[in-house]
């Protein structure tokens, strides 16, 4: 069964870093290329960038980039989203998702990860 | 960049026909992709590729694709169809990942 596990709700102050975490199972990680979307309280969702764990690659909305990093433990099966300094407007739930159908669609979802951000 | 505008909400009586439309700039020669996303869940995918649904997903759920729009249509509506529901494309142009605004279907 396929399966994305992401790490607990986070708590931060302003000017923090964070680094969150989503673990597959279930099927080949290094083959699949994954997704993290974010998702503002009441809003809709927002395409991040993405990671093939297989060589790293990379790839950000310029509406992010910059502004987070996107990176793959291969050993664990665990790809990463970091912030080195955080906002009040980072404070949102942030899910990963793998991608099928020729990189077009996300298939499987993890269960997210809340972020607040508040002095 | 490449935008998919959705009706804000749709409303409809249970054992009716709910149709979420996701417009954009030529959409029918993009691939369009659903998700339904209840309160306090990740998103779940309902429709892929126009309109193909993933095993698990009940056939009351539809999609078409031509011109400037897409569909999703929900046949014989459920109490628990009840949810946000978002299209998705991948712009071949700029390689980016394109979320819809959302619809909330309300049954009634």
């Known amino acids: 069964e396929v399966q994305l596990v992401q790490s607990g709700a986070e708590v931060k102050k302003p000017g923090e870093s964070l680094k969150i975490s989503c673990k597959g199972s279930?099927?080949?990680?290094?083959?699949?290329?994954i997704g993290w979307v974010r998702q503002m309280p009441g809003k809709g969702l927002e395409w991040m960038g993405i990671i093939y764990p297989g060589d790293s690659d990379t790839r950000y909305s310029p509406s992010f980039e910059g502004q987070v990093t996107i990176s793959v433990d291969k050993p664990i099966s665990t790809a990463y989203l970091q912030w080195s300094s955080l906002k009040a407007s980072d404070t949102a739930m942030y899910y990963c998702?793998?991608?099928?159908?020729?990189?077009?669609?996300?298939?499987?979802w993890g269960q997210g990860t809340l972020v607040t951000v508040s002095s | 960049s490449y935008v998919l505008t959705q009706p804000p909400s749709v409303s409809v009586a249970p054992g009716q026909t709910a149709r979420i439309t996701c417009g954009g700039n030529?959409?029918?020669?993009?691939?369009v992709h659903w998700y339904q996303q209840k309160p306090g869940q990740a998103p779940v995918l309902v429709v892929y590729d126009d309109s193909d649904r993933p095993s698990g997903i009940p056939e009351r759920f539809s999609g078409s694709n031509s011109g400037n729009t897409a569909t999703l249509t929900i046949s014989r509506v459920e109490a628990g169809d009840e949810a946000d529901y978002y299209c998705?494309?991948?712009?071949?142009?700029?390689?980016?990942?394109?979320f819809g605004t959302g619809t909330k279907v309300t049954v009634l």
């Open positions: 998705q494309v991948w712009d071949s142009s700029s390689d980016h990942y394109v």
């Open positions: 279930g099927y080949n990680f290094t083959s699949y290329w």
């Open positions: 998702a793998r991608l099928e159908g020729g990189e077009s669609y996300f298939d499987y």
């Open positions: 030529n959409i029918g020669s993009k691939s």
